[in-house]
């Protein structure tokens, strides 16, 4: 089982914690800081990379991702630094993709042709709306034009530019939606993150929320519409999901992001990266302190930027693979996860499944219908070991 990762191959995570701002709805491990040593961040990030290679000898390396956080804050010479070490530590891929992710106010022609001249060749764009009233309901620090503005000095520089857009907004009517996304399609994008609007706990919108101050968000219903729309909007444009929130032109796929719901193995550096790995017989799930500080201290006194490894048993990695798998439009491979898991999935679920309209089963591949992926996790609960 230890050579099951090679299903999805191997990706490196690299976690840039820093913000301009903290948007309302992020729960993500973003933080705001006045200053930033970046050589510091430029030693820490170098020795981890050294300390991963070091386990992963002879592997080729399918994709590099900086995420965050908004890595369009890091100066070039960082990710230079960064990109020249995975190159002389690990063999990548002829096709490697490497993508760093950005905001509108971070993008300007010469720090991205700087980019683009060290090795970086995705972009993917928090865009979130384009029009200003949801950007400043968003917490967004940019206009409409601005987003766009960025979105063509972007390309200028990049084949391949992905944008997200955050959807089910406070008083957003279904033709708004509508015209938005077809608006969004019209800008020669190749791939799309689309997502619905969730209010988590611990977020700025879930404290308003909780205090009855966030108007205007949608029932059920009018978002279940929306995702609906979602669909054959993109579907009529050509670009299809792939993913659950992931659409894309054929070929234009994220790579780094196939290799998580394919289930490969992953390294993830810095604060509050996971990783994957498998080594030996085991296959392991990493961890990091989530506090930049608490990270770099650790990387410098211990000589290692991971909280204790935990060795994964088969039947938790079995449950992993249906879950990302499920997402994935190219379904789920009933033989892994019998290898993986040492038993089946339970036929009669399947065969109910099937009759509800909600997957199908074709060549030993288990796939969400249209229908099945819009109530998803339901699905998966009915499959769950």
């Known amino acids: 089982m230890t050579q099951d990762w090679r299903h999805g191959g191997f990706g490196l995570y690299l976690h840039w914690p820093f913000c301009a701002a903290k948007c309302p709805y992020c729960d993500f491990n973003s933080h705001v800081s006045a ?3 970046q050589s510091r961040w430029n030693r820490a990030y170098l020795a981890e990379i050294d ?30 630094a960064i990109l020249d070490r ?16 950005a905001n509108p106010t971070s993008i300007e022609s010469g720090r991205f042709r700087a980019y683009s001249e060290s090795g970086v060749n995705r972009i993917s764009m928090g865009m979130q709306a384009l029009n200003d009233d949801d950007l400043r309901k968003l917490g967004r620090m940019h206009t409409a034009a601005e987003g766009r503005a960025a979105f063509d000095i972007a390309r200028k520089h990049f084949d391949r530019v ?28 190749d791939h799309f993150s689309l997502y619905q609007l969730t209010i988590e706990d611990g977020t700025a919108f879930g404290a308003r929320l909780a205090a009855g101050k966030l108007r205007g968000l949608p029932d059920d ?6 995702y609906v729309i979602t669909q054959e909007i993109c579907d009529s444009y050509g670009l299809p999901a792939y993913e659950i929130s992931n659409h894309a032109r054929a070929g234009a796929e994220s790579r780094h992001n196939l290799v998580y719901w394919r289930y490969g193995d ?42 204790d490894r935990d060795a994964l048993p088969q039947h938790e990695q079995a449950i992993e693979l249906l879950l990302f ?16 898991s040492g038993a089946p999935l339970d036929p009669s679920k399947i065969e109910m499944l099937q009759e509800f309209g909600m997957i199908t089963l074709k060549q030993g591949l288990i796939s969400a219908t249209q229908n ?14």
């Not at 995975?86 to 992710?101: F, K, P, Q, S």
């Not at 604060?271 to 790995?277: D, E, I, K, T």
């Not at 798998?325 to 993986?340: A, N, S, V």
């Open 266 to 307: 992953y390294v993830g550096i810095g604060p509050g990266a996971h990783g994957r790995l498998s080594l030996g017989s085991a296959r392991y799930a990493t961890d990091t302190p989530k506090s930049p500080e608490a990270w770099l201290q650790q990387v410098e006194t211990a000589g290692s930027g991971e909280l």
């Open 325 to 340: 798998g499920l997402r994935l439009r190219e379904g789920l491979d009933t033989d892994r996860f019998t290898r993986l």
């Open 35 to 37: 200053k930033i040593d």
């Open 51 to 80: 300390r991963y290679a070091a386990e992963t000898k002879g592997r080729v390396l399918k994709s590099v991702f900086f995420g965050g956080g908004t890595p369009s804050l890091m100066e070039p010479e960082l990710v230079q």
């Open 86 to 101: 995975i190159r002389d530590r690990w063999t990548l891929a002829n096709d490697v993709e490497i993508t760093l992710e």
């Open 162 to 189: 992905s944008f997200d857009l955050i959807y089910a907004r406070q008083d957003q009517s279904l033709d708004a939606w509508k015209a938005e996304l077809r608006e969004a399609l019209e800008m020669a994008v």
């Open 372 to 385: 099945g992926r819009a109530v998803l996790n339901a699905v998966i609960r009915e499959l769950m070991p």
């Open 221 to 226: 219903d009018l978002a279940s519409d929306m």
